[in-house]
């Protein structure tokens, strides 16, 4: 069964580093999207992607962010300069077309310290 | 915006037992969608079940369906025949309708920990 893979599972960074967050979406998947989750709290978006372009990002989601498609498999989070702040789980998700359902990778746990 | 509120932080049922998950949401669409994921202690994020605000049908999964009512924006998950398996986080999460070249993000509530105990 196709799924989305996310790498690497744990990554532990100094905070002011910047980190990748990687991703590989569901191959026929044209829809893309980040979201975090803070130890205990709920999922929040961060950024949805489609056609090449951001469709649509929160108000977390500022310039120490970025995301990006290199390579036409793979969808990538940027963090510029981490905070302590940013320590999470990222989730990837990708779905087939507009309102169908997001499938979610199995998330990267970002430490900072 | 829209808001998604799931009202039971935490919930039990015993094996074999029914249980249903409470979820409001708040929207001034009349078209959209809502999920339900579950998230067990692996935290990777589970597709339980969807529903498309226009179906007048309840979505059913095997042991899993919804309650969906419009009019009062609910939208509950009842697992039937409760599985050590089902114990995880839940959350229900909505979806704005689709507009044009646009991807939609998910909403989610704050979650319901259901226990499943013997």
């Known amino acids: 069964e196709p799924e989305v893979t996310q790498t690497p599972s744990h990554q532990v960074t100094q905070m002011g580093q910047e980190v990748i967050l990687r991703c590989v979406p569901i191959?026929?998947?044209?829809?893309f999207y980040w979201y975090r989750q803070i130890l205990g709290q709920k999922v929040e978006f961060l950024v949805s992607?489609?056609?090449?372009?951001?469709?649509?990002k929160s108000e977390i989601f500022d310039d120490q962010f970025s995301v990006e498609r290199p390579d036409g498999s793979n969808f990538t989070l940027k963090i510029r300069s981490t905070k302590l702040e940013d320590s999470a789980m990222y989730f990837c998700?990708?779905?087939?077309?507009?309102?169908?359902?997001?499938?979610f990778g199995q998330g990267t746990r970002l430490t900072v310290v | 915006a829209q808001t998604v509120t799931q009202s039971q932080p935490e919930m039990s049922v015993q094996e074999a037992e029914t249980v249903t998950l409470s979820c409001t949401y708040d929207?001034?669409?009349?078209?959209?969608?809502l999920f339900w994921y579950k998230q067990p202690p692996s935290r990777q994020m589970i597709l339980v079940i969807r529903q498309e605000a226009y179906k007048q049908q309840n979505a059913t999964e095997n042991r899993f369906s919804v309650n969906f009512q419009k009019a009062a924006k609910s939208f509950s998950l009842k697992i039937s025949d409760s599985q050590l398996g089902d114990a995880a986080m839940y959350f229900c999460a909505y979806r704005s309708p689709t507009h044009t070249g646009t991807a939609s993000k998910l909403t989610f509530g704050t979650g319901t920990r259901l226990q499943v105990t013997l």
């Open positions: 998700a990708s779905s087939a077309g507009l309102g169908t359902e997001a499938f």
């Open positions: 191959s026929n998947h044209l829809y």
């Open positions: 992607f489609y056609n090449n372009e951001i469709s649509e």
């Open positions: 929207t001034s669409e009349s078209d959209y969608y």
